[in-house]
């Protein structure tokens, strides 16, 4: 059974950085692409960042770009989150997301709530 | 970057019946769309990808139609679980995008 556990999130004053992890089990790790998408209170999904099963290929949103970094650790069965110079529009839920055999996000983690606020 | 619009905003209904959603996208996503179900207080689940084929554990009152730019939802007798907001996504360019989501709402 796939299984995807979120962590790392809390409250955070504008302008600090929190890491999220998200520990992965049920699946050949190191052979899917992982993705990161978050949802605001009240508000709809939005895709922020994606990494390719051996690490070496990642994306981002423009609205994180250059602030958010997303690693994998697949020894860990592991993808982390690393969000810098964070916003208050940056509060909402995280989920992590496996790219499935579908190639759309097949499984997903119960999410993390990140609050940037001071 | 392709931006999905959903239609109708809520959509108010009965169980047992016919509810349509539509997803309407800037530019063609040939047939990379997928569409997510999504209740409160829990974590989107997929239920159709590349725009007609139905997840694993996807009951068939769901099924999904369209190609290019225009897409269709279809729940074909609405169970009281199917209450919930539905989004869909399209994985044709990056960056990934979601429409803005449908409410099905018991009406």
């Known amino acids: 059974e796939v299984q995807l556990l979120e962590s790392g999130g809390g409250l955070v004053q504008p302008g600090e950085s929190l890491r999220l992890s998200c520990a992965a089990s049920g699946f050949t790790f190191n052979t899917y692409a992982m993705r990161w998408v978050r949802q605001a209170p009240g508000k709809g999904l939005e895709w922020v960042s994606a990494?390719?099963?051996?690490?070496?290929?990642?994306y981002y949103a423009d609205s994180v770009k250059g602030r958010f970094t997303i690693s994998r650790d697949n020894s860990k069965n592991t993808v982390y989150l690393q969000m810098n110079s964070l916003r208050a529009e940056d509060t909402a839920v995280y989920y992590c997301a496996q790219r499935g055999t579908t190639g759309f996000f097949d499984y997903w983690g119960q999410g993390t709530l990140v609050t940037v606020s001071s | 970057e392709i931006v999905l619009t959903q239609s109708p905003g809520t959509l108010s209904l009965s169980p047992g019946e016919r509810a349509t959603l539509s997803c309407r996208a800037s530019?063609?996503?040939?047939?990379?769309l997928a569409w997510y179900q999504q209740k409160p207080g829990q974590a989107p689940r997929l239920l159709i990808y590349d725009a007609s084929n139905r997840a694993t554990g996807i009951p068939a009152r769901f099924s999904g139609s369209g190609s290019g730019t225009d897409f269709t939802l279809t729940i074909s007798s609405l169970e009281p679980e199917d209450f919930a907001v539905y989004y869909c996504q399209q994985g044709s360019n990056w960056p990934l995008t979601f429409g803005q989501g449908t409410e099905v709402e018991i009406k």
């Open positions: 530019q063609s996503v040939s047939s990379s």
């Open positions: 990494i390719s099963g051996g690490g070496t290929t990642t």
